[in-house]
């Protein structure tokens, strides 16, 4: 277990300013900035971003999406989607064995499935999202996917400043993504509700994200995201207007050999009156990469930041174990079928047997 006072542990998330990468005379400050957060923390507020005004018109459509009756969230059912998008009902993941108390839809940036006969079933797991209806929410569609093309654009930009900082230059990472027609990037909205007296409390458990890279929007001003130190100590990550929170998963952890930290987090359920609100973004890679395949190579300085970093404690966090043997996009999917079984029950019933030989009577396990 690494010992809580090293001095690359930390107790606070930095905040970086992204204007300072736009500039010749401030981007090296904000590489060497982002250089120690990707090393030893993980975890970022970004502030000053070019998303900000795509924020200011989807925020007023989130309560609002919450607010349709229960048959028409149920028209929107993710276990319609082969997709893995749509509507989740309150309740119904479990991470680490709890329940997480919340509800939430899936979308997605605007995708073409380019499944056909013949090809692995991994290639279905994306395509077009299912909508609520125009005439219930007018305008929200297209101010979500405004917004969802934009975070795509600053999540590119943003890749390549990650490669830069870690010694790869600014392509060093552009072999993980596909050609745009074959890319797909996620996102959900939550609600948080104020659980019920004497509920646990439990917004989502420790855990890791999959991808690449994701971008938070806490949507309210509620707390409750908190990130696990090296030392195992939970930290806060309190809301911060007009900022994004950017966190490393563990597909760039691996592929960087721990030089980027996947850092474990979790979000209790908010107190009070109010639920909570989050849209998170995660960037996705390319489903055909086999990432034990593709071997980076650090400049030794990089090495030997990541090496004075120290060992993070263990964590109870749900981990990724299948990026040393298989494709991306099989990873991504049998991760999506661990979460939802009923849809990989439907959609992808040879897989969902293999998971769950005895079949299924509980909630899909979060990520």
């Known amino acids: 277990m690494a010992d809580s006072t090293t001095r690359n542990d930390f107790t606070s998330i930095p905040l970086l300013d992204f204007s300072l990468a736009l500039s010749q005379t401030t ?3 904000f590489i060497s900035q982002l250089q120690h957060a990707l090393i030893n923390v993980g975890f970022i507020y970004l502030s000053n971003h070019p998303v900000l005004p795509h924020t200011s018109r989807l925020l007023p459509f989130i309560p609002k999406l919450f607010t349709l009756t229960q048959e028409q969230k149920n028209k929107t059912a993710m276990v319609n989607s082969e997709h893995f998008l749509g509507y989740s009902k309150l309740g119904g993941e479990l991470t680490k064995g709890k329940v997480d108390w919340r509800e939430q839809w899936d979308f997605a940036t605007k995708h073409t499935c380019r499944w056909k006969k013949g090809d692995p079933d991994y290639f279905r797991i994306w395509g077009p999202c299912q ?4 005439e219930l929410l007018p305008g929200f569609r297209e101010a979500l996917e405004a917004y969802l093309d934009a975070v795509q654009d600053l999540s590119y930009q943003f890749s390549s400043l990650v490669a830069e900082s870690l010694g790869l230059g600014p392509d060093g990472l552009a072999k993980f993504y596909d050609k745009d027609e074959f890319m797909q990037h996620r996102a959900k909205i939550v609600k948080y509700p104020v659980p019920p007296e004497g ?8 855990h890791y994200d999959a991808g690449f890279l994701t971008f938070l929007l806490q949507a309210s001003e509620h707390q409750g995201l908190q990130v696990q130190n090296l030392a195992g100590e939970w930290v806060d990550a ?14 760039l952890e691996f592929v960087t050999g721990g030089v980027a930290r996947a850092t474990s ?4 359920s908010p107190r009070g009156d109010t639920p909570r609100y989050s849209v998170p ?3 996705n890679i390319s489903l055909t990469i086999r990432l034990s395949d593709e071997v980076m190579q650090f400049p030794p300085e990089i090495l030997n930041l990541r090496d004075e970093r120290g060992d993070v404690a263990a964590t109870d966090s749900v981990n990724f174990t299948e990026f040393n043997k298989e494709p991306s996009g099989k990873v991504n999917l049998i991760g999506r079928v661990k979460s939802h079984p009923d849809v990989g029950e439907r959609h992808y019933p040879a897989l969902f047997k293999e998971i769950f030989p005895n079949g299924f009577h509980g909630k899909g396990s979060a990520y």
């Open 27 to 29: 981007k090296s400050l």
């Open 131 to 134: 909508w609520p209806e125009e």
């Open 199 to 206: 509920g646990e409390g439990q917004g989502v458990g420790p």
């Open 238 to 251: 309190p809301p911060i207007p007009g900022t994004f929170v950017v966190n490393i998963g563990k597909a």
């Open 265 to 268: 987090h979790r979000v209790l």
């Open 281 to 283: 973004f995660f960037q």
